[in-house]
Protein backbone atom coordinates (compact mmCIF):
# COMPACT_ATOMS: atom_id res chain seq x y z
CA UNK A 1 0.00 0.00 0.00
CA UNK A 2 1.24 3.32 -0.79
CA UNK A 3 2.07 5.96 1.77
CA UNK A 4 -0.71 8.43 1.92
CA UNK A 5 0.25 11.90 0.86
CA UNK A 6 2.79 11.18 -1.08
CA UNK A 7 3.11 13.15 -4.35
CA UNK A 8 4.85 11.22 -7.30
CA UNK A 9 6.46 14.10 -9.65
CA UNK A 10 7.80 13.55 -13.13
CA UNK A 11 9.40 16.07 -14.64
CA UNK A 12 10.43 15.48 -18.52
CA UNK A 13 14.17 16.76 -19.26
CA UNK A 14 14.60 15.31 -22.84
CA UNK A 15 11.92 14.76 -25.48
CA UNK A 16 11.28 15.67 -29.20
CA UNK A 17 9.33 18.66 -28.28
CA UNK A 18 9.35 21.36 -25.51
CA UNK A 19 7.37 22.38 -23.12
CA UNK A 20 8.89 25.56 -21.71
CA UNK A 21 10.94 27.87 -23.19
CA UNK A 22 14.60 27.85 -23.18
CA UNK A 23 14.87 24.38 -22.93
CA UNK A 24 16.53 21.88 -25.82
CA UNK A 25 14.23 19.30 -27.67
CA UNK A 26 15.79 16.60 -29.28
CA UNK A 27 15.70 13.25 -30.69
CA UNK A 28 14.93 10.87 -27.30
CA UNK A 29 13.65 10.20 -23.93
CA UNK A 30 14.55 11.27 -20.02
CA UNK A 31 12.62 12.30 -16.89
CA UNK A 32 13.24 12.60 -13.43
CA UNK A 33 10.85 10.64 -10.92
CA UNK A 34 10.78 11.65 -7.45
CA UNK A 35 8.39 9.40 -5.48
CA UNK A 36 8.95 7.64 -1.81
CA UNK A 37 11.92 10.31 -0.96
CA UNK A 38 14.15 8.93 -4.45
CA UNK A 39 14.84 10.19 -7.38
CA UNK A 40 15.48 8.03 -10.34
CA UNK A 41 16.46 9.41 -13.77
CA UNK A 42 14.66 7.53 -16.48
CA UNK A 43 16.78 6.99 -19.62
CA UNK A 44 18.89 9.53 -20.78
CA UNK A 45 18.26 10.57 -24.09
CA UNK A 46 20.79 11.03 -27.14
CA UNK A 47 23.38 13.39 -25.82
CA UNK A 48 24.83 14.32 -22.35
CA UNK A 49 25.13 17.62 -23.26
CA UNK A 50 21.68 18.46 -23.81
CA UNK A 51 20.52 16.41 -21.08
CA UNK A 52 22.75 18.54 -18.83
CA UNK A 53 21.99 21.42 -19.96
CA UNK A 54 18.36 21.11 -19.91
CA UNK A 55 18.73 19.49 -16.42
CA UNK A 56 20.85 23.04 -14.87
CA UNK A 57 17.72 25.04 -16.11
CA UNK A 58 15.31 22.80 -14.54
CA UNK A 59 17.20 22.89 -11.20
CA UNK A 60 18.00 19.34 -11.14
CA UNK A 61 21.00 18.67 -9.51
CA UNK A 62 23.05 15.49 -11.51
CA UNK A 63 24.27 14.88 -7.71
CA UNK A 64 21.11 14.30 -5.98
CA UNK A 65 19.73 11.71 -8.09
CA UNK A 66 19.98 8.18 -6.46
CA UNK A 67 19.70 5.76 -9.71
CA UNK A 68 19.43 5.69 -13.03
CA UNK A 69 16.74 3.56 -14.57
CA UNK A 70 17.67 2.59 -18.69
CA UNK A 71 14.16 1.18 -20.38
CA UNK A 72 16.63 -0.42 -23.30
CA UNK A 73 19.70 0.38 -25.13
CA UNK A 74 18.55 2.14 -28.33
CA UNK A 75 20.86 5.29 -28.77
CA UNK A 76 18.15 7.72 -27.60
CA UNK A 77 17.66 6.31 -24.36
CA UNK A 78 21.05 5.84 -23.78
CA UNK A 79 23.58 7.95 -25.45
CA UNK A 80 23.26 10.63 -22.44
CA UNK A 81 24.84 7.91 -20.12
CA UNK A 82 28.58 8.24 -19.97
CA UNK A 83 28.14 11.81 -19.16
CA UNK A 84 25.68 11.80 -16.40
CA UNK A 85 28.01 9.07 -15.06
CA UNK A 86 30.90 11.31 -14.94
CA UNK A 87 29.03 13.69 -12.96
CA UNK A 88 27.32 11.26 -10.36
CA UNK A 89 28.86 7.33 -10.45
CA UNK A 90 25.26 6.20 -9.33
CA UNK A 91 23.77 2.58 -10.04
CA UNK A 92 22.27 1.29 -12.92
CA UNK A 93 19.24 -0.53 -13.51
CA UNK A 94 18.91 -1.98 -17.33
CA UNK A 95 17.66 -4.69 -19.11
CA UNK A 96 19.48 -8.01 -18.84
CA UNK A 97 20.93 -8.05 -22.53
CA UNK A 98 21.61 -4.74 -22.67
CA UNK A 99 25.86 -5.07 -23.24
CA UNK A 100 28.79 -2.91 -23.26
CA UNK A 101 28.70 -1.65 -19.73
CA UNK A 102 32.09 -2.42 -17.96
CA UNK A 103 33.32 -0.68 -15.24
CA UNK A 104 29.78 0.67 -13.62
CA UNK A 105 27.45 -0.54 -11.34
CA UNK A 106 24.94 -2.54 -12.92
CA UNK A 107 21.63 -4.33 -12.00
CA UNK A 108 20.43 -6.63 -14.80
CA UNK A 109 16.65 -7.14 -14.72
CA UNK A 110 15.04 -10.57 -16.17
CA UNK A 111 11.91 -10.74 -14.65
CA UNK A 112 9.36 -8.48 -13.09
CA UNK A 113 11.29 -7.07 -9.95
CA UNK A 114 10.65 -5.02 -7.06
CA UNK A 115 13.14 -2.21 -6.91
CA UNK A 116 12.08 -0.17 -3.88
CA UNK A 117 8.80 -0.10 -1.70
CA UNK A 118 6.35 0.97 -3.90
CA UNK A 119 8.51 1.01 -7.24
CA UNK A 120 9.09 -1.84 -9.68
CA UNK A 121 10.20 -2.89 -13.05
CA UNK A 122 8.19 -4.76 -15.55
CA UNK A 123 11.08 -7.10 -16.09
CA UNK A 124 12.29 -7.39 -19.74
CA UNK A 125 9.97 -7.72 -22.21
CA UNK A 126 10.64 -9.44 -25.56
CA UNK A 127 13.97 -9.46 -24.56
CA UNK A 128 13.87 -5.92 -25.19
CA UNK A 129 12.45 -3.19 -23.09
CA UNK A 130 11.67 -2.92 -19.16
CA UNK A 131 9.27 0.08 -17.44
CA UNK A 132 9.05 1.14 -14.68
CA UNK A 133 5.70 1.24 -12.01
CA UNK A 134 5.15 3.21 -9.46
CA UNK A 135 2.28 2.79 -6.75
CA UNK A 136 0.32 5.56 -6.11
CA UNK A 137 -1.96 6.02 -3.66
CA UNK A 138 -4.81 4.74 -5.69
CA UNK A 139 -3.24 3.23 -8.51
CA UNK A 140 -0.29 2.52 -10.46
CA UNK A 141 2.03 4.79 -12.88
CA UNK A 142 3.51 3.00 -15.91
CA UNK A 143 6.90 5.16 -17.26
CA UNK A 144 7.79 3.68 -20.60
CA UNK A 145 10.64 4.39 -22.98
CA UNK A 146 9.49 3.64 -26.59
CA UNK A 147 7.26 0.42 -25.68
CA UNK A 148 8.62 -1.87 -28.44
CA UNK A 149 6.95 -4.78 -26.68
CA UNK A 150 3.38 -3.10 -27.42
CA UNK A 151 1.67 -0.83 -25.01
CA UNK A 152 -0.51 -4.09 -24.18
CA UNK A 153 1.94 -6.69 -23.18
CA UNK A 154 3.62 -3.41 -21.07
CA UNK A 155 0.04 -2.75 -19.44
CA UNK A 156 -0.88 -6.71 -18.85
CA UNK A 157 2.89 -7.08 -17.29
CA UNK A 158 2.60 -4.12 -14.61
CA UNK A 159 -0.91 -5.01 -14.03
CA UNK A 160 0.11 -7.89 -11.73
CA UNK A 161 1.09 -5.14 -9.18
CA UNK A 162 -2.47 -3.19 -9.19
CA UNK A 163 -4.71 -0.97 -11.24
CA UNK A 164 -2.79 1.18 -13.88
CA UNK A 165 -3.94 4.72 -13.77
CA UNK A 166 -1.39 6.83 -15.77
CA UNK A 167 1.00 6.24 -18.78
CA UNK A 168 3.70 8.05 -19.48
CA UNK A 169 6.46 7.90 -22.47
CA UNK A 170 7.00 6.62 -25.69
CA UNK A 171 4.10 4.62 -27.14
CA UNK A 172 5.75 4.34 -31.14
CA UNK A 173 3.57 3.50 -33.52
CA UNK A 174 0.58 2.10 -30.79
CA UNK A 175 -2.89 2.47 -32.39
CA UNK A 176 -5.32 0.12 -30.59
CA UNK A 177 -6.51 3.29 -28.80
CA UNK A 178 -9.19 1.10 -26.95
CA UNK A 179 -6.58 -0.29 -24.96
CA UNK A 180 -5.91 3.09 -22.96
CA UNK A 181 -9.96 3.71 -22.09
CA UNK A 182 -9.85 2.84 -18.83
CA UNK A 183 -7.04 5.05 -17.78
CA UNK A 184 -6.97 8.10 -15.58
CA UNK A 185 -3.96 9.98 -17.57
CA UNK A 186 -2.20 9.69 -20.87
CA UNK A 187 0.97 11.36 -21.43
CA UNK A 188 2.20 10.65 -24.65
CA UNK A 189 5.93 11.46 -25.52
CA UNK A 190 9.04 11.06 -27.96
CA UNK A 191 8.17 8.53 -30.41
CA UNK A 192 4.38 8.32 -30.76
CA UNK A 193 3.05 8.45 -33.98
CA UNK A 194 -0.57 9.02 -33.07
CA UNK A 195 -0.41 11.60 -30.43
CA UNK A 196 -3.27 13.86 -31.82
CA UNK A 197 -5.28 10.76 -32.30
CA UNK A 198 -5.17 10.43 -28.60
CA UNK A 199 -5.08 14.02 -27.82
CA UNK A 200 -8.25 14.19 -30.10
CA UNK A 201 -9.84 10.45 -28.58
CA UNK A 202 -9.17 10.83 -24.78
CA UNK A 203 -9.36 15.03 -24.37
CA UNK A 204 -10.26 14.30 -20.56
CA UNK A 205 -7.03 11.97 -20.25
CA UNK A 206 -4.32 13.48 -22.34
CA UNK A 207 -1.23 14.85 -20.64
CA UNK A 208 0.96 17.03 -23.23
CA UNK A 209 4.64 16.19 -23.20
CA UNK A 210 7.83 18.32 -23.77
CA UNK A 211 11.04 18.94 -22.29
CA UNK A 212 10.12 20.90 -18.79
CA UNK A 213 6.56 19.35 -18.63
CA UNK A 214 5.66 18.04 -14.61
CA UNK A 215 3.48 15.65 -13.84
CA UNK A 216 2.19 15.14 -10.68
CA UNK A 217 -0.17 12.43 -8.96
Keep these: MAKKNNRLIITIIYDNEAWSQGLEADWGFSCLVRAFGRKILFDTGARG ?10 HIDPGEIDEVFIS ?81 QILLSASQFGRVGTLIGGLHGFKDFDLIKNLDRICPTHCTRY ?19 VIEI
Design 195 to 213: KSEIASRYPEKYIPGGVGQ
Design 49 to 58: DILLENMKKL
Design 72 to 152: HGHWDHIGGLTDFLRMNPVRVIVPASLAGLEGISVVRVCEPLQIHDNIFSTGELVNHEQSLVIKGEEDLVVIAGCSHPGVK
